[in-house]
């Protein structure tokens, strides 16, 4: 028994010549309304579902409809014969444009079952010579249709594997919608691993004694937005920490852009070694082999983003426009490792970003980092928790659902800035887009055990406008 495993959210291509029993699996495997045949829509527009003259127009109306049941979220699976590459390229473009996956169930008889099952139908009037020159399509395409752009393509061959097949659906692994929390999610570490256990200490959390994890005694949940690497003093020490907590359940984590290039240095791949990256090198080099090869695994395993708490709460290293939440695409990895930019650099040679979270009017609460800021800021439902620790700012943790605000200052400077914290390059904001409703902090400051205050703010709303970001390095 062959089980086909396809994502919940992506466009599902059924391949095989007429005859072949695609729309009898469709119809078991699937619901009728995720369906979309292209005999059903040569009917739409000719009346007649054998009416080939009418093909082109059948395939636009079921792209559109295909087209708007992946924007609006939706598995879709394609019902035709789709032998021909042509026709399958417009189906993988339709995916790519909605960021979503593609898989290709290919259904695959003997052409004589074919034709004998096509003869014992009254509406089919076409030819034996029809089934034969599919089968001929199809076996050219088989060997490259893994490089065509499908994840995965499923070979179903034979009547009794086609019979005995199951399908199941399986959910993405950005979402963690069933997960409510409570989280503390904290912003960019960046190798600062004595400042995070300050944190997690003033977050209520217990620290293993050797270092490889914590706990909260009231289950709350730690979410990391990325850049646990690169520039500070002890980025081996802030990955044993995470990857202990993760592990242990207690801790969830994106990739940041800094994981992401050291990933690919740890691959051997040529990368330049600035931002920090050569320390991260430098101080790995001195741990063990095993410790390099968890490190390594770690980071490459981590993905681009988290829907929580029923798709109230998304984090992103960079944020997330709501278009891509819960999307998988390279398109949708990029935004939420750097952002948005505009394509210009400022005057310190740092891309200038895109305010995308000015335009933002998502339901979802996004939560990012990447881009330094002096101060946390609410705008329209998004907030950066990157405050700069590693270039001498603070460690900042935002509580969900609370939305109280905890930080702890740095040591010290770990690591000089190109750009001086708290200025910044963003665009300027579209003029019909720039207006925010803010929530305004409202810091109680209070000294602690450990070095100098910590601030945890309650908020509420006002309806003033706030300026385009002021940091953005």
């Known amino acids: 028994m062959t089980d086909i495993a396809v994502p919940a959210l992506s466009l599902v291509v059924l391949v095989g010549v007429s005859g072949s029993g695609k729309s009898t699996f469709a119809a078991h495997h699937f619901a009728p309304t995720q369906v979309l045949s292209s005999d059903f829509c040569r009917g739409l527009v000719a009346d007649d579902e054998n009416d080939q003259s009418a093909t082109r127009d059948a395939f636009d109306v079921l792209l559109y409809i295909a087209g708007t049941r992946l924007r609006r979220g939706l598995l879709t699976v394609v019902d035709a014969t789709n032998v021909q590459r042509e026709s399958r390229k417009a189906l993988i473009d339709l995916a ?227 278009a891509y939440h819960g999307r998988a695409s390279a398109r949708v990895r990029s935004f939420a490792l750097y952002g948005d930019t505009t394509g210009e650099t400022d005057e310190y040679g740092l891309p200038v970003r895109y305010p995308w979270a000015h335009e933002y009017r998502g339901r979802a609460m996004i939560v990012y980092g990447h881009t330094p800021v002096p101060e946390t800021e609410w705008i329209n439902n998004t907030i950066c928790l990157d405050t700069g620790v590693v270039f001498g700012g603070r460690l900042t943790a935002l509580r969900y659902p609370s939305k109280d605000i905890v930080s702890v200052p740095a040591e010290q400077v770990w690591f000089e800035p190109v750009r001086p914290l708290g200025t910044g390059s963003a665009a300027p904001a579209h003029p019909g887009a720039a207006r925010s409703d803010p929530v305004v902090h409202r810091r109680r400051g209070r000294n602690t055990a450990h070095r100098g205050p910590v601030h945890q703010g309650a908020h509420e709303g006002c309806a003033r406008r706030t300026p385009p970001p002021r940091s953005r390095s």
């Open 96 to 322: 790519k444009a909605h960021d979503v996956l593609v898989d290709a169930i290919v259904v695959d008889v003997p052409d004589e079952v074919a034709i004998v099952r096509n003869a014992a139908r009254p509406d089919r009037g076409f030819g034996s010579h029809v089934i034969r020159r599919q089968h001929k399509d199809l076996r050219r395409s088989l060997p490259k249709l893994g490089r065509e752009g499908f994840r995965r393509v499923h070979l179903l061959t034979g009547v009794d594997e086609i019979a005995a097949a199951t399908v199941s659906i399986e959910k993405a692994w950005t979402d963690k919608r069933e997960l409510t929390g409570p989280f503390d999610i904290i912003g960019d570490v960046h190798g600062c691993r004595s400042e995070l256990q300050a944190l997690l200490r003033e977050l209520g959390w217990t620290l293993e004694p050797d270092g490889g994890g914590a706990h909260h005694p009231e289950g709350r949940i730690a979410v990391f937005v990325g850049d646990l690497v690169d520039r500070g003093p002890d980025t081996p020490g802030v990955l044993r920490l995470v990857m202990g907590m993760v592990a242990a359940g207690t801790a969830l984590c994106v990739s940041g852009n800094h994981e992401q290039k050291l990933a690919r240095a740890l691959h051997g791949r040529k990368v330049a070694t600035s931002h920090g990256l050569q320390q991260s090198l430098d101080q790995l080099a001195a741990e063990s082999d095993d410790f390099r090869r968890s490190a390594h695994t770690f980071i490459d395993g981590l993905i681009s983003h988290y829907e929580l708490d029923g798709g109230n709460l998304v984090v992103a290293h960079a944020g997330l426009k709501q």
